[in-house]
């Protein structure tokens, strides 16, 4: 069974543009949620996704948003981006938000 | 809102020697998951203890959940140095899955 995939794996942006991660899930798993991880403060949720729906949002600005399509697939958006954006975005896929979670690889995000 | 509290941050240990990671969280938790991350790569599921007296072991690594305690542990026995990592906690409350900021584990030949 194929893993949980994330395009791309580096992208490199400047202040003020805006980017769009994509992750797509094992297949079968229904949701997929969004993680941001920086050095100073760790792993922190960003939203979750499922059947189409977010069901849940953490504490970021309006800027980061996302969506899943029919398909399962996910994307996350950030708009106007900041210094401060620059980190690992991890998407993780499970059959429903109470089951184990598997991770993709994850994309380096480097605002200049 | 759960917090989820991992100590000792970083560890440096010998190999062949025993340890513990701690893990505690604040309020009810659904069920409370172990990571596993190496340098620049992703996350990789170790456990998922669901009930109170759980008990999970993989090689080396065995997980327990006390939820009356709010406290889960990872033990570490007669450490190899393949087992230097990060390891995450991390609990589920109301859909959402908040980490703990990682026990760095060193781990000397």
């Known amino acids: 069974k194929a893993g949980v995939t994330q395009t791309p794996r580096y992208l490199i942006k400047t202040r003020g543009q805006q980017v769009t991660l994509s992750c797509s899930p094992i297949?079968?798993?229904?949701?997929v949620s969004w993680y941001q991880q920086t050095p100073g403060q760790g792993l922190q949720f960003l939203f979750e996704?499922?059947?189409?729906?977010?069901?849940n949002k953490g504490n970021f600005p309006g800027r980061f948003s996302g969506r899943q399509f029919s398909n399962s697939r996910s994307e996350m958006n950030v708009s106007t981006l900041e210094l401060g954006d620059s980190a690992l975005y991890l998407c993780a896929s499970s059959l429903t938000s109470y089951n184990e979670q598997f991770f993709g690889p994850g994309t380096r995000l480097t605002v200049l | 809102e759960l917090k989820v509290e991992q100590n000792p941050l970083f560890l440096s240990m010998q190999e062949g020697k025993n340890y513990t990671i701690y893990c505690n969280y604040s309020t009810t938790s659904d069920r409370l998951y172990w990571y596993r991350q190496d340098p620049g790569k992703s996350l990789e599921s170790l456990f998922v203890?669901?009930?109170?007296?759980a008990v999970k072991q993989e090689g080396r690594l065995m997980a327990s959940l006390d939820t009356k305690a709010r406290l889960s542990t990872l033990h570490i026995t007669a450490a190899v140095h393949d087992l230097s990592a990060t390891y995450f906690c991390?609990?589920?409350?109301?859909?959402?899955?908040?980490f703990g900021k990682g026990t760095r584990l060193h781990i000397l030949p």
């Open positions: 297949s079968g798993h229904r949701s």
């Open positions: 203890l669901l009930s109170n007296g």
């Open positions: 991390a609990g589920n409350r109301d859909d959402k899955i908040i």
């Open positions: 996704y499922f059947s189409e729906t977010q069901r």
